[in-house]
């Protein structure tokens, strides 16, 4: 009796399921209405791959109707919940595109952005991602300057900024290792000048003071003078630019390091 219980009731699951199933079936000959009624229904069960594809099949037929934008917007969001970004992105995107006096917009625009923010690897990975959801994000801020969305946009961008300003650091610091001085040298120069605001900058600087200074005393004697004073002149960058900076007393001494090496190369030049 137990078996033919639990054979009824597993055969009544099914057919249930079997049930709902079909109830939020796209069918030839449904109407609109019916159709977007039946994708929304898998929506809000969180069906979202199924629902995506519900949403495309009306999207087929919704262009240039009044179902047209909401079609297209829970499409996007379908692909968003679903962790599709890629495909989100893209039909945020063509939202805002095909819809640019929707109210839902300036939502569409912001997770078009998102989405390739949620795509950033880390750090030490291709950041192509990163770049996108930069260039989106400002895009998004110069349209709605002012906003809590703006702000919170400006917010994404400073952390992917320090994150590439990472990226830069750590292949300095890897021809550093290595003891590619000048190389290390060019490295944090160029995330000083590209990522200035970010909070890699001030090591960058005195890291910089210090490859300079290795590359001096490495170099042979009558190249010593010209690298010896490209250190000088990154400490006086980076005083300029950190006057209090916590790392000053790091960059003093290999600013005095320099000085005296560099009044070793001089009064050997004059002997």
């Not at 609109?32 to 099949?57: H, I, N, P, W």
């Not at 078009?112 to 291709?126: G, Q, V």
């Not at 690298?227 to 400490?235: D, K």
Request: proline residues 3%.
């Amino acid at each position: 009796m137990r078996i033919i219980s639990k054979t009824i009731l597993l055969f009544m699951v099914l057919l249930l399921a079997a049930s709902c199933a079909s109830r939020h079936t796209i069918r030839p000959g449904d109407t609109l209405d019916v159709a977007f009624e039946k994708a929304m229904g898998l929506y809000e069960r969180e069906r979202y791959s199924q629902a995506a594809q519900a949403f495309e099949t009306v999207l087929s037929i919704a262009r240039g109707t009044e179902l047209a934008a909401d079609t297209q917007y829970y499409l996007a969001m379908s692909h968003y919940n679903n962790r599709a970004y890629l495909i989100a992105a893209s039909e945020f995107r063509r939202f805002t595109r095909n819809h640019p006096n929707d109210e839902r917009r300036k939502e569409a625009a912001f997770m078009e952005a998102y989405c390739h923010y949620l795509m950033s690897p880390r750090y030490n990975l291709d950041q192509t991602e990163s770049y996108q959801a930069i260039d989106r994000f400002q895009l998004f801020i110069s349209r709605y300057p002012g906003t809590d969305k703006a702000a919170e946009a400006a917010e994404y961008v400073q952390e992917l900024r320090n994150k590439l300003a990472k990226k830069k650091f750590y292949a300095a610091e890897m021809y550093f290792r290595i003891r590619e001085y000048r190389s290390a040298a060019v490295y944090y120069r160029l995330l000083v000048d590209r990522f200035p605001e970010s909070e890699w900058t001030e090591r960058a600087m005195v890291r910089q003071i210090e490859a300079y200074v290795e590359y001096a005393e490495r170099s042979v004697r009558n190249m010593r003078q010209e690298r010896y004073e490209q250190a000088i002149e990154s400490y006086q960058q980076y005083v300029q630019t950190f006057p209090s900076g916590e790392k000053r007393p790091v960059a003093e001494e290999w600013y005095n390091r320099a000085l005296d090496g560099l009044a070793d190369v001089v009064t050997a030049s004059a002997e």
